[in-house]
């Protein structure tokens, strides 16, 4: 990344002041808050500056890579978790197509007491459906994927282990389990992962 001489001499303002606001620095520059303002978002969202509320702005030193991939590794599924579709093992497959469509999800978590049993998808649904059986008396446990081939993600995982693991296995969402894995405590997709990606992105001023 290439800097101009402006983001150079805000860098070296605040190695050598910093923890400094952004008046200060704008001052230092005789120079407004609103002016800098481009300047510091991008210093900050590159890596350079960390930016702290109610303290100011530290030098980071870090290349972009690195602060990235090292913020990344702090998020926990745990604190991302959405809460997840499920059904009831004996319900129907038509009851699961219901849920689909008020849900709006793509994926339903089949459980038996709380317990992961399996996952049926829109595509399970649809062969049923194209079969000519009748989805009002077909079992929703003779369409689903059952455990232990549905793959799941810990609720003490990381966000960045849950990515790898949709990646790995091409799917859109995982269930999130507990302590010996058949517990759903939440579901986590790749929506889950976007919303993630554009909160690490925003700038707070400081």
Request: aromatic content about 6%; glycine content about 8%.
């Amino acid at each position: 990344m290439e800097l101009s001489s402006r983001q150079q001499a805000i860098i070296e303002i605040v190695k050598r002041n910093g923890p400094i606001t952004g008046e200060q620095i704008a001052e230092s520059l005789s120079l407004t808050r609103a002016t800098l303002r481009p300047d510091l978002s991008i210093l900050t969202m590159a890596g350079f500056l960390d930016a702290r509320p109610r303290v100011g702005y530290f030098y980071s030193g870090k290349k972009n890579a690195d602060l990235f991939g090292e913020t990344l590794r702090k998020l926990y599924v745990r604190d991302y978790k959405s809460v997840p579709t499920v059904l009831e093992e004996g319900s129907s497959a038509y009851d699961a197509v219901v849920a689909l469509f008020v849900e709006d999800v793509g994926t339903i978590i089949v459980a038996r007491g709380g317990r992961l049993c399996g996952i049926v998808s829109r595509k399970d649904l649809l062969k049923v459906a194209i079969g000519g059986s009748d989805i009002h008396k077909v079992p929703v446990s003779l369409v689903m994927t059952r455990t232990p081939n549905v793959i799941t993600v810990d609720v003490d995982a990381t966000l960045y282990e849950a990515a790898v693991l949709m990646t790995r296995h091409e799917v859109d969402s995982l269930p999130v389990t507990r302590g010996d894995h058949d517990e759903v405590v939440g579901r986590v997709s790749k929506t889950t992962i976007t919303k993630a990606f554009v909160e690490l992105g925003q700038v707070h001023e400081i």
